[in-house]
Structures are given as structure tokens and as C-alpha cells.
């Protein structure tokens, strides 16, 4: 993976060369690649994801989809704005960071969707931003699974395991509930949204994540099985290690 940076008008974007080139029929680098309507105008939109800013799926290719998910803030402070982020510099962007990391672990071999791109557009003090990742083919999230029932014992030892992986790396992911966990259609469960998460030595955090974790997934499951899937899941998480 060859990441990239270039300025286009008053975004500056980042990107791995490998997903987006100059080459005929390939999507051209430029600040409308992040618009909705860019894709909307190419008939190339083929769902949408909850939550804020509602994530966009794009065929990008005849066999290949994209994420598409623009930086939507939360909580009180989205009352001021919710799109816009004070600019403290392109390193330190939050879209530039994640894209960053994100690469970084996917080079490791560890399982996060393939970054391509991210924007970040400057308006003065302030800024928004968007990231493009590859969609994972036939994936939902293990909230969908749980709300469903059809969690089995062998899927949560899984995520477990894969959970443990990422500790191992150092993520610290702030926001590890079970909606950013992602299952494909092979059982292989996948990690996603690194916004504000980071690198870091082991610590309390570990516990934190997994402690965080399982509040979501008491919103999603009986609360009478909570505890009886959070022990398969620390099973497979003391197995990795």
C-alpha cells in the first residue's frame, strides 16, 4: 500500500495510490470523490448505513464496493456543528490520522476493511472531512446478529480472538461496541471506525475497551445471556494469548 498526499483546490486529501490512479475508467482524485453527489449523479450509490452522517455504499467498480462516510460529531458540542472540526493541521486531522492508522494495521494483515482515501477541506479555522474504505462483501454488524439470535458459541470465541490481535498490535479503540464489529459471510469477524483510536502500550485501556464492549452488547442480547456471552468471548481472547 502506497499512500499519497496532494491538495486539490482547498482539500487536501490522502490516499493509497494502489485504489486511485490517473488510468483510464478509474475514479480521478479530486474533492467531489467525498460528495454524495458525486455518486448519486452516477447512479453508483447502492445503500446506506445508520448512524451519524449515514455512510453511503458505492459501487466503485464492477467488483468492488466502497464506504463512503463522512465526520459527523456527536453530543452536546453537535448543536454548534456538526460537520465542522477545529484545524490543528492535515497531520493531525482526524480523517488523515484514521486513514493512517487504518493502513497500518492492514498492513499487518490484521482485519480491517482496505483504506483508499481521505479529505480533509479547510474553510479557514475549521474544517470537515470524509474517509473511503473498501466495503467487507456480505458483512453485518454483530449488533444485527445479536438483536437476531444467531450468535453461536464458536462466532464469539472468534471475536475474541480477533480482539486480542488488536491489543497485541496496541489499539486502544475508543469506541469498540458491537456495531463496529463486523462479520462477513465466512464467519470471520472484521474491526471498523478508528476515529480517535490509537497506538499505545498496554494498560488499563485493554480492559476498558472489553468493559465498554460488553455494555454494548447488553443493549443488543437478553440480559439474561450477557454474562454467558461475554465468558466466550474472554475465552477466546485468554486463547490468543
Known sequence: MRLAALRQRNSLILHDADSLCDAPGTHQIH????????????????????????????????????????????????????????????ERSRAFRELRLTAALFEQGLPVPRPVASSVTCYGLTYEAALITVRIAGARALAELLTKGVVDEALLQRVGKMIKRFHQAGLDHVDLNARNILVDEKGKPWLI??????????????????????????KFAPSSQVGNLMALLYAGYAESA
Open 193 to 218: 471506525d478508528l476515529d480517535r483510536c490509537r497506538l499505545r502500550p498496554a494498560g488499563t485501556w485493554q480492559a476498558d475497551n472489553l468493559a465498554r464492549l460488553e455494555r454494548s452488547i447488553a
Open 31 to 90: 474533492p467531489d470523490l467525498f460528495t454524495a453527489d458525486y455518486w448519486r449523479e452516477r447512479g453508483l450509490i447502492v445503500g446506506e448505513a445508520p448512524g451519524r452522517g449515514s455512510s453511503l455504499f458505492l459501487q466503485a467498480t464492477p467488483t468492488e464496493q466502497w464506504v463512503l462516510r463522512p465526520y459527523r460529531r456527536g453530543g452536546m458540542v453537535a448543536k454548534l456543528s456538526q460537520k465542522r472540526y477545529l484545524w490543528i493541521g492535515r
